[in-house]
């Protein structure tokens, strides 16, 4: 099965969907190479960057489920190798 890389940027507006983001991720865990989280508390935003190694529909599958949470915001950048 081919994989490509991949980062997803997310920006989560409503932390009441923490807990569904973390779901999210714990289920998609074995593709997932790392990830960083940058609480920004001044605006009541969090910014989060997962890099990911996993088959372009995994891919796909977490960042449409991300971006389908309200308040959340999810975008995936790939590696052209």
Same mark, same amino acid.
């Given at each position: 099965?081919? !994989? ?8 989560? @507006?409503?932390?009441?969907?923490? @807990? ?8 998609? &865990?074995? =593709?997932?190479? &790392?990830? *960083? &989280?940058?609480? =920004?508390?001044?605006?009541? %935003? ?5 890099? *990911? ?9 977490? !960042? &449409? ?6 308040? %959340?915001?999810?975008?995936?950048? =790939?590696?052209?190798?």
């Amino acid at each position: 099965m081919e !994989t490509r890389i991949a980062v997803i940027s997310i920006v989560v @507006e409503n932390l009441d969907r923490v @807990e569904e983001i973390n779901r999210l991720l714990h289920e998609f &865990g074995p =593709y997932i190479i &790392g990830r *960083m &989280g940058i609480p =920004y508390r001044e605006k009541q %935003v969090n910014l989060i960057s997962v890099a *990911m190694d996993a088959p372009q529909d995994k891919i796909n599958a977490l !960042t &449409g489920s991300l971006g389908n949470l309200e308040g %959340v915001s999810a975008k995936a950048a =790939y590696a052209r190798k």
